[in-house]
């Protein structure tokens, strides 16, 4: 069975940074796709960014130059580092894994990831 466990979520004041991790079970670490979105409240979930098998990423406009995607193979966790967070920040973050041909971050591939975390919620206050 397989399980993603979100982490790091937490309050911070806006510029503030946050890592959130997540631990991949049940299948190993051998996703071709993984990523981070995320759901405001009110909000249809969107992508924020993707990371391929081979290290390779993309980010939405919105993030890029602040969030950086990556991943440890040998501990089964992929991360998100944000910096410079803003108070438009604040959603519930989520990561996904799945066998994804594009992997990027937009509408039409966060529909079709089918395995996805529980989420950990971020807020950014001003």
């Known amino acids: 069975q397989v399980q993603l466990v979100e982490s790091g979520g937490g309050s911070v004041q806006s510029g503030g940074s946050l890592r959130l991790s997540c631990v991949v079970s049940?299948?190993?670490?051998?996703?071709?796709?993984m990523g981070w979105f995320r759901q405001a409240p009110g909000k249809e979930r969107e992508g924020v960014a993707t990371?391929?098998?081979?290290?390779?990423?993309s980010y939405v406009d919105f993030v890029k130059g602040r969030f950086t995607i990556s991943k440890d193979n040998a501990k089964n966790t992929l991360y998100l580092q944000m910096n410079s967070l803003k108070p438009e920040d604040t959603a519930v973050y989520y990561c996904?894994?799945?066998?994804?041909?594009?992997?990027?971050?937009?509408?039409?591939?966060?529909?079709?990831?089918?395995?996805w975390g529980q989420g950990t919620q971020v807020t950014v206050s001003s």
């Open positions: 996904a894994a799945d066998f994804l041909i594009p992997c990027r971050p937009t509408t039409e591939v966060t529909t079709a990831f089918h395995y």
């Open positions: 049940g299948y190993g670490f051998s996703w071709n796709c």
């Open positions: 990371i391929e098998r081979d290290g390779t990423t």
